[in-house]
Structures are given as C-alpha cells and as structure tokens.
C-alpha cells in the first residue's frame, strides 16, 4: 500500500549530491573517521559482533542509555537504527484504526504521514503551540506526539506540564535535545517512564548520524509493545553500529562539548551575514531564513551550483529556508553563503 512521502526526505532523495555546497545540515556536521579514531580505546573493533544481535539491541548499550535517561533497568530501552526507527516502531505499536492522534504540526512530517497511514484519526494542535489551544484537542485523544526542541524552529516544549495534563499516551520525538548550547532542556522522562515514550539516537546532538544508533525509552509496557514490530522490521542492529556505539559512548560528551563550540562560532556568522532575516535560536542546530520564493531558490541554487539547502515549505515553514551552519570548517560555511547570496 503507497505511503504519503515525506516532502522533507522527498527533497533530498531528488536533490542528491554530490553537492558543491550544502546548508541542509541540522546540527554540527560528523567528524572524519580520523578525528574520531583517536578518542576510541584501541582493540575496540574486537567487540564488532558478526552474528545476529538481540532484536532489543546491546544489553549493555540499553542500561547506558537508561542510565542517561535516570531509569532503572534496560526494560525501559529498544535500540533502534535511529530516531527515525524509533518513532515509527513506536506509532505501529500504539496506533489502532481511528485512535485520536493530536500532532503538534508542522512537525517531522514522518510523524503524521505515518499515523495517518496506520488508521489513525489524525488532529492538528497548530503553530505557535499555544498550551490552552491543546487542551480542549486532547479530549478523547489516545497518543499526542510532539518535536522538542522543535525542528526546525527549535522552540522547547513545557514537556512536564503538558505530560502532567495530557491523559494519554505522549510520544516526544527528543532527538535535538541537547543540539544547541542553551543548557539541555529536560526530558519528557525526567518525570518518570509512565504513559510517555521518548526517541532520540547519536545523529544530531553526538554527530554521528551515519551510525544510526538510536533508542525508543519510557514506558516499559510501550516499550514491549514495539518489539514485535522490530521483528519484522530490521530484526536487529548492526553489529559494528553497536560495537562503535559502545566505544564512543564514553566520549560522547567531548563529542557534544566540539559540536556547541562549532555552532556558537557558526551561529554568530550565520546572523551577522542575515543581517536580521533570520532567526537562529541556540537551543537548535539551524536558521530559519526569510526568503519569499523559498522552493524557487533552493530549486535554482541546486541546478546551478550543486547547492543544497532546505525551502521551509517542505518542512512547513514557507516563505523561509532552513540553513544548517554545522560545518566544521569556516571556510566551507564561507563558500556556501556566498554562493547562495547569489541566489536571494
Ligand atoms: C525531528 C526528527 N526526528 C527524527 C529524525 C531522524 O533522526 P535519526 O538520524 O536519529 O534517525 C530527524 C532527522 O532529521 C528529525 O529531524
């Protein structure tokens, strides 16, 4: 059965590189395996398991993030090949035909695309996300899903409020969390596993997308119900993922601690180059651009000079482009702005 596509994801499958420039970034850019090696303890490729692995994932690697999380035991964690698995195993295993699904919208679109898709009754809580327009939609509502810090606006959801008032099952897509240099907004489960569900993974805040590591947290019950769903999905993570996952894991904070030093340094010449047409908040990895014709430049930066970057109308902002600064040479955010200022 066809699935809506995601005119996010749409728009980099028909905009592949490689790219002269790019801005389509959402958080500081990966490091080179070279800069990553020496932060490894030597011997660590010993631990790359060729067989299958548990469908839950690693057990240790599962009590390190519950650990993160302040829970008690790995009953409480699915690993999974990112956020992006995490949401979806998470939507499969909670939605029926005709559950009420309160969206915070415009959000990853996979998030509603896929709810829809799976018979949900799907109900928009629209932007600017204000608490007492929420309320009166949660009537009935059996799951709520939320983006926070938000993508790509990087607004920080009152998470324990709305948990505390939503009745239902909260699905928080945390994937940002921690992207930018503000102080690290707390999880939706710092209050505790019951009734809520969290995705997250190593790609944005660690800058490790390609390892597509990521985790389903919170309620142990929820978290159960999702496991069938991996078994016939991708069935188990890949052995060098989680062998790397485990060897970065020590060092993810001196990961993180490089990334907010690239972005503070990026984010102020992103604004002095906007020159007040855009808005860059530091609790996210990105910029929102004011651009009129948001698609016609993205579209005409891409065929003439092999420049990517996103038009907020496909992530539903229009009317503006959605700038990633997370390059970890300036001189690569230099080329990349002058080039696209040819095209505003
Ligand atoms: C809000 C949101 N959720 C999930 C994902 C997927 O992240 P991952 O690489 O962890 O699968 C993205 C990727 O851009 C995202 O923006």
Redesign the pocket.
């Known amino acids: 059965m066809p699935i809506s596509p995601s005119p996010?994801e749409r728009w980099f499958t028909t905009h592949p590189g490689p790219h002269a420039h790019s801005l389509a970034g959402?958080a500081a850019a990966a490091p080179a395996w070279d800069e990553l090696a020496p932060l490894l303890a030597p011997g660590w490729e010993r631990g790359i398991g060729l067989g299958y692995a548990d469908p839950e994932g690693d057990g240790e690697l599962r009590d390190r993030v519950a650990t993160m999380y302040g829970l008690p035991d790995r009953a409480h964690v699915l690993l999974?090949?990112?956020?992006?698995?995490?949401?979806w195993l998470a939507l499969a295993a909670l939605i029926e035909p005709g559950l009420r699904v309160v969206v915070q919208m415009p959000?990853?679109p996979?998030?509603p695309l896929v709810a829809a898709h799976l018979g949900a009754n799907v109900v928009a809580w629209p932007y600017p996300w204000d608490l007492e327009a929420l309320w009166p939609l949660l009537d009935g509502a059996g799951l709520l899903v939320l983006?926070t810090p938000?993508?790509?606006t990087g607004q920080v959801l009152n998470v324990a409020l709305i948990r505390a008032r939503a009745g239902c099952m909260v699905l928080v897509?945390e994937?940002?969390r921690g992207v930018g240099e503000a102080p690290i907004p707390p999880s939706a489960l710092s209050w505790g596993p019951d009734q809520v569900l969290v995705?997250?993974?190593?790609?944005?805040m660690f800058g490790l997308?390609g390892l597509?590591?990521?985790w389903l947290v919170g309620d142990p019950i929820a978290v159960a119900a999702a496991i069938p769903w991996r078994e016939h999905t991708t069935l188990a993570l890949a052995g060098a993922a989680t062998a790397l996952g485990l060897a970065v894991w020590p060092k993810r904070y001196a990961l993180l601690e490089a990334n907010h030093a690239i972005l503070t340094r990026n984010r102020a010449r992103v604004l002095a180059w906007a020159g007040g047409r855009g808005q860059a908040p530091a609790t996210a990895g990105v910029m929102l651009l004011e651009a009129a014709d948001d698609v016609g430049i993205a579209e005409r930066w891409y065929q003439e000079e092999r420049g990517m970057v996103i038009p907020g109308t496909v992530c539903g902002f229009p009317g503006h482009l959605r700038l990633g600064f997370g390059h970890r040479e300036p001189a690569a955010l230099e080329a990349a702005l002058a080039s696209l200022s040819r095209f505003l």
């Open positions: 996010l959402t999974t090949q990112g956020a992006v698995e995490a949401n959000i990853y996979q998030l983006n938000h993508n790509p897509d994937v940002y995705s997250g993974s190593m790609s944005k997308p597509r590591l990521g």
